[in-house]
């Protein structure tokens, strides 16, 4: 921790920071310069945790020496983390999957016709939601348990693992029963129980970053779920919410490369919440893959118009297709492959 | 619903897009401009939602006509919402309050004694957080059970009534037995298995907004709450999240009359959290009351240096005795009272 | 300046980057703790302007220890500073000052009959635009010198001092021979080239914040003018870009007193702009003096249905009336007057 | 226009609107809703230009049918703009440049020896900076004419058309006299002066995204520049600024399908400033190709620790080179080429 004074901080706070610090078993190592005098706290930061500095009397500001997280970082795990799902996909590899599907699962059989397209077009992950978040209470809310049976039951006929989301605590252990991969919603990034709930079950999770989070903050949502014992977390740029209104978020690329340098764990991205319009998700699908991510998500659905949710931001079947063709190709160019 | 058509649409995207609107027993209204060609939606809009009309081919832009909400707008209820709580104690009226506390609850007798300075200075409402959401797993989470018994206790010592944070629908119950207001913070604005189950209860609920929600999605998450039922939900501004760092946050004061224009509900400004600096909060109380709000909430301890957390935006009590004062005379003087 | 290093920094680049160091004649204070060492560079912090020391091999992050600001800091001069106008009116002492006016300065005899309201009112300084910076290059772009001219004539009349905007720095002349006061407006915060010419007149400055500008940006650009030697500057918040579009800008009612603690010179602000919005000015006039401001600046106009710019965040006359009663009580409560 | 009604909008106040509308010679077409009343004005919009209808009395809201801009819309021109410049180089067509260089124009020997590197690794525009709008008075500004000779000159000596910044209308003319290309800057987008001038120029312009503008004010600005003649302008993304501050801006990739749907201009893709960190700007690069961008803008330097300014971000000379290659790849899996 690094302790910058005010210009006029006199001795006697000096030394009362002095005996804060050596109370808590840290050393205090002071440098005065012509201007400002800067104290260095040297020994675990950890003890720090809790105590505002930054009100104690001279003090103007306080810089900590090491990030906030542990597990999720490079410095702690230098080697990328590669996650096993059933059907022999694994995520973090040379090789990307693209999860894909109907942002709401329907029925049985519309769920089954969007999936053997994906399929065919070079889909490995089903996509799904069977709990949904909307902004209304008035919207669809989803077919609940119904849904992830049909979810569990389309993903064995086609050998795909599943991904949907789960949004109550109390859902987490129904929601593992049937599916791969649990989502945590981007409005729920910083829903800490429900972090805590999959944290502590053996499923993998996809942990999407909140509408306005910062890259710290959502490092500090999948600490909260590896230091509850689950290691197998994969990050998803969705879009963050910025001041422009001319595309319904404003897909963060940088997130890709940033979080490779941070942290071990593989990040996926969405280009369909990344952009919000139908239009514009195969720009944003090959800009993620060029940066460098482990995964897209794209949601894909055959007749958009009477789509229950997000028909504005689905793609058809056969723009999937071509938008599949693309992808092979960038991959390749930055030896990497789908 | 208002529907803008591309330059170029056809006839025959103009009839696609009168049969779906009729089909769902709307009137298709058709005005041609020189340039554009309109298509106003008569009838109810609530049967097109879902229907992503702006993905029709030849559609340019769609435009609902009305707001999302319903039982929270000013046009459902003209007159403003009024609270009572215990001790009689009533949120809405001419007469503010001030609801003030510890942000954690540590100890039984540490809140009875800033209970008793916040009291003295004519706080009226006392909170104290027992569930703590915090950034990081490693930093204190609240007491939990063992500090709503302090929080009830020492309300009852003083007569005040208590507001304190849930952030588990598991706990909604138990919360319920100890205090007279249940708080949503901004985190879980968006929590919406938590907004339906405080929304099932008949305590009263402050909503804070979330740190990147509108206006609308704010007033959207009170209506989860109303539409199961419990109409005593007052909303709270605590600070969004701009660019801006030299602040944790920025004080929206603009909401305040935006949500008296849009709502019936009455409307609380957080000055604490709202600046994140104990030596901003008194000007941004101020200004809280001299925009119009109907409560303030401020963190108060006396002895922020070893608070649990948050000491660096909590004022001193003799701060805060200050600070009630320059209120009173501004309450005064736009016509009201603390 | 600090210097954190990389965990796994070698003994080479440590030496790199105090040779760099020692180069500049800094003295290296080389502090190692049990994860990260740091460097401490003691003396004048200027001398490594534009060397980028984050990109030195091992090192993972700088931390500038002194204000990138000097002449505008509160540590520079301790005492505010108070700017002379004519007509007696001096900016930033005890008592407050109300600039209004229209937007644009539309005719003669309109910006009298709204000069006498103002006057009438309480208001003590006369705005106007004659050079008006539109986002449309099809708008109405303001009378030019014949607006000055009604401007000094109108203020002169009715005892006012004025001010106005300056767009150009071919304008910086001509526009000092008729107004009291140089606005430079939000877009143009960072026109260095007009920051230095302004910067070389005797004639106050106010310095409008960019929209999207932070507070150490906004007193850099402050520092620019500052430093050609005229240090008669005030600077105004007019409201931030946010995500929120519920208002046109988002009044950041932190800024005064942030401003006042990071700086000696005088804040105003702008509640016109600060909400876009006629129905939330007063709120936020009121707002803004409450919070300690040293002066506002309202829009006023007689007809804002008719008004060429702006007419719809402009106040009527009786509106502006009613506004400066309740300011008035409002700066008594904080011992300030108007 | 559309203009929606609040529900207890009055006859009197619909007349009132009508005879405005037909005074200025439109036709308003009155449509009775079940909950609110919507007015249609048909015919030129342009002709409302500063009216403003919003604070009408009994209006909800005011919805433009049309976009505020004309000539750089692709309703207007449906087919790409192409841009020619010296030496063969034509941006807008199948074959995409890089425009590189250092940040700031040192020596004549420096950038020289960067010019030459630039040229063996595939790029074909040669950038530098003469002018710098610098954050703080006390950086490096710019060699001004003395820079503008050596660009010129080591152009000519690689084949390569030039770039640079220009920031002050006065220096217009000077800088066309060396260049091919004239940068208008982040800060300066709004700078409408210097819009209008370079306007007037016959040199072909490159304007940058303003830190914080929309699309829709990005567009205006390029308004600006056609309107005064030049229709040879390209757009360029570089950032924006968001609440993220682990990078210095946030590349918004969306802008790239965007600009191409709304408008006929080119647009480049700038890394260097839309990551701001050397590490993260080939990622950046990659994406924007793979999004379909026209060019791209890349700061490269071979001595980055000794750079005058964005040492932080600029490539080595060999990384360039390595990102030269993969872009090439990418370029041609989308069928397009480097």
Not at 135 to 159: N, R
Not at 210 to 225: D, F, N, P, Q, V
């Amino acid at each position: 921790m690094i302790i910058i004074l005010k210009s006029d901080a006199t001795e006697e706070q000096i030394k009362h920071i002095q005996e804060k610090a050596e109370k808590l078993g840290l050393q205090a190592n002071i440098s005065r310069g012509v201007e400002k005098t800067v104290i260095g706290l040297i020994g675990p930061e950890d003890v720090l945790r809790g105590t505002p500095l930054e009100i104690f009397p001279g003090v103007e500001k306080v810089i900590p020496v090491l990030a906030p997280y542990r597990l999720v970082s490079r410095e702690f795990k230098k080697e990328n983390t590669v996650i096993k799902l059933s059907h022999n996909v694994t995520i973090g590899e040379k090789k990307l999957h693209v999860m894909s599907g109907p942002c709401s699962i329907e029925t049985h059989e519309g769920l089954r016709n969007i999936a053997r397209e994906i399929k065919k077009s070079g889909g490995t992950i089903l996509r799904g939601g069977a709990f949904k978040p909307r902004t209304s209470p008035y919207d669809f809310q989803g077919l609940g348990e119904e849904g992830l049976k049909y979810l569990k039951d389309v993903g064995e006929e086609f050998g795909m693992p599943t991904v949907t989301e789960v949004m109550d605590p109390r859902d987490v252990e129904l929601v593992c029963r049937y599916v791969d991969v649990l989502q945590i919603g981007a409005r729920n990034m910083q829903n800490f129980s429900l972090l805590n709930e999959v944290g502590k079950t053996k499923t993998p999770v996809m942990l999407k970053r909140g509408i306005s989070a910062t890259y710290k903050e959502w490092l500090m949502c999948a600490e909260y779920i590896l230091s509850n014992g689950n290691f197998d977390v994969m990050l998803c740029e969705r879009g963050i919410r910025t001041f422009e209104t001319g595309t319904r978020n404003t897909l963060d690329i940088n997130a890709v490369p940033v979080v490779k340098q941070l942290s071990h764990l593989p990040i996926v991205v969405d280009p369909s919440h990344g952009t919000g319009r139908w239009g514009l998700v195969s720009s944003g699908a090959r800009a993620g893959v060029a940066a460098g991510c482990d995964a897209l998500m794209v949601e894909v659905h055959d007749n958009p118009e009477e789509a229950f949710s997000d028909g504005a931001q689905s793609l058809l079947p056969k723009n999937f297709e071509s938008l599949m063709i693309e992808l092979k190709a960038i991959a390749k160019a930055i030896s990497r492959e789908i």
